[in-house]
Structure formats: structure tokens, C-alpha cells
């Protein structure tokens, strides 16, 4: 079955950086777009960040635009998001997912920007 494992979450400073991680398993990786989404406290999941299925093509939230970049390694069947500029907004669990999936979510990974 579909396994999604987030890592690479912790407490950082405002303007600090991080990068999350993304192991995937029970599919193949390299045929499916993958999106990372946040969830922050008493707020709804939103879609941070979505990669092509080659990594040839992103899209981003207008919010993380300019700050976050989504990757991915298809031999490793590892997705990434590096997270720069970090701002106490982006504080929130963030999980990842096939793009447009009814995938079950992960556990998350947390992402605390606070000084």
C-alpha cells in the first residue's frame, strides 16, 4: 500500500531555513506529481507546493512563492521541499501526498518558526 513518511521538521528562527523530506513507498513514484500541504493550527489543510511527475514542472502557493522550492529524486523515491525565509505564518504540520490523491495522510512533519 501507498506509504508516505515526512522527516526534517523542527524549531527554527524567523529567516532560518529547513528542508523536509518525503520516502515513498508501495507505488511507482516516478509516474505521479506529488504535492506537499500544511496545516497549521485551527486552519485547514493547504496545498503548499505541487512537482511534476519528472520534476520538470512546479507550482507554488502565493504564500510560499519565492521562499520554499519543491524537488524530487525518482531514484530515490524521495520528494523534498526546501523552506527558506521562514516566517512565523509558516508554522504548521506539513505533509505530503500524490498530487489530486485521496491517499490516506502521514503522520506530518512539524515546522515551528518561532524566535
Known amino acids: 500500500q501507498v506509504q508516505l513518511v515526512e522527516s526534517g521538521g523542527g524549531l527554527v528562527q524567523p529567516g532560518g531555513s529547513l528542508r523536509l523530506s518525503c520516502a515513498a513507498s508501495g507505488f511507482t513514484f516516478s509516474f505521479y506529481a506529488m504535492s506537499w500541504y500544511r496545516q497549521a493550527p485551527g486552519k485547514g489543510r493547504e496545498l503548499v507546493a505541487t512537482?511534476?511527475?519528472?520534476?520538470?514542472?512546479?507550482n507554488y502557493a502565493d504564500s510560499v512563492k519565492g521562499r520554499f522550492t519543491i524537488s524530487r529524486d525518482n531514484a530515490r523515491n524521495t520528494v523534498y521541499l526546501q523552506m527558506n525565509s521562514l516566517k512565523p505564518e509558516d508554522t504548521a504540520v506539513y505533509y505530503c501526498?500524490?498530487?489530486?490523491?485521496?491517499?490516506?495522510w502521514g503522520q506530518g512533519t512539524q515546522v515551528t518558526v518561532s524566535s
Open positions: 512537482v511534476s511527475n519528472t520534476g520538470g514542472s512546479t
Open positions: 501526498r500524490r498530487a489530486l490523491s485521496s491517499d490516506s
